[in-house]
C-alpha cells in the first residue's frame, strides 16, 4: 500500500490482492478477475472467446448452486474430452496453476492439486496460435506485444519465464477493435487483453479474446525501456486518483 500526494490531495493505492489502477471501478474489476464471469460477459457482447467449461474442484457451498459442475462433473468431463486440455483456476494470476493437461489421468491429478487453493477452474482446448498482449487505455490501444511462451514450454506469462517481442505504440487493427471492444464489455477503462491470433495468415483476422486483465503489469515496459508508456499509464491513473 502507498500514498500519493501533491499537497492539498492525496489518495491511497494498493497492490497485490487489491489494484493500484484508480480508473477501474470494482464492479468492473471484478468480473474480469472471475475468467469464466469475463468469458460470459464477453460472449453476451457477441465478441469472439476461446471456449471453456468451468468446474467447481471443492464441494464447499455447494448447497448453494446448482447441478452440473461439481468436482464429480467434472471427473465424468474428463473421460470424454479431446485432449490435450488447456486448465486454470478462475481466479488466479501471474499464470498460477495454468497448464496443459495431457489426458483424464492428468485431469483427475490436476483438480486434486489445485483444490487445495482454488475452488473453480476453467478447462479449455489447447490452441496452438500466436498470443498477444493489447494495453487499452481510455478507449485507445496504447501499446502491444507479441507474448512468448517460456523456454520450458507453457502459458505465455512473463510471471512463469515467459518473454515479450515486436512491443509497438498501438496495436494492429484488428487486435485492437477486439480489445477495445471487450475492455468497453466489462467497463474497464484500463485493461490488458490477451488475444489469440487464430488465422492461418497470421494477420489478426481470426482474433480471439483470452483473457482481460483488470491489473495488469507493466514490468515489461521495463524490460523494453519504454519509461515514456509507463508516464503515460500513471499520470492517467494519478488524474483519476487525485480528482
Known amino acids: 500500500m502507498f500514498e500519493v500526494a501533491d499537497g492539498a490531495r492525496k489518495a491511497v493505492f494498493a497492490a497485490g490482492a487489491g489494484s493500484p489502477y484508480a480508473m477501474n471501478d470494482a464492479r468492473a474489476a471484478s468480473i474480469a478477475r472471475d475468467k469464466a464471469f469475463c468469458a460470459e460477459a464477453l460472449k453476451v457482447a457477441g465478441l469472439p472467446v476461446v471456449p ?3 468446474f467447481f474442484i ?7 448452486r446448482g447441478p452440473g459442475r461439481e468436482p464429480e462433473d467434472a471427473l465424468r468431463f474428463a473421460k470424454t474430452a479431446s485432449y490435450p486440455l488447456f486448465c486454470k483456476p478462475i481466479a488466479a494470476s501471474s499464470g498460477q496453476y495454468a497448464e496443459i493437461v495431457a489426458d483424464a489421468d492428468a485431469f483427475a491429478a490436476y483438480i486434486e492439486r489445485v483444490a487445495g487453493e482454488h475452488f473453480a477452474i476453467l478447462a479449455q482446448p ?3 496460435a500466436v498470443e498477444y498482449r493489447v494495453f487499452v487505455l481510455h478507449g485507445q490501444a496504447l501499446f502491444s506485444y507479441r507474448k512468448l511462451p517460456p523456454p520450458q514450454g507453457g502459458a505465455a506469462n512473463r510471471a512463469r519465464g515467459g518473454g515479450a517481442a515486436d512491443l509497438r505504440d498501438g496495436a494492429p ?3 485492437a477493435k477486439l480489445a477495445l471492444a471487450a475492455a468497453g464489455a466489462l467497463g474497464l ?3 490488458g487483453v490477451d488475444i489469440f ?6 494477420d489478426g483476422s481470426e482474433p480471439m479474446v483470452i483473457e482481460v486483465n483488470s491489473n495488469p503489469m507493466i514490468a515489461t515496459l521495463e524490460d523494453h525501456g519504454r519509461w515514456d508508456l509507463i508516464e503515460t499509464i500513471w499520470r492517467a491513473n494519478f488524474a483519476a486518483a487525485l480528482a
Open 52 to 54: 471453456g467449461r468451468m
Open 58 to 64: 471443492t464441494k464447499r457451498w455447494a448447497d448453494m
Open 126 to 128: 489447447c490452441i496452438r
Open 173 to 175: 487493427a484488428p487486435l
Open 189 to 191: 477503462q484500463l485493461a
Open 197 to 202: 491470433d487464430g488465422s492461418a495468415q497470421r
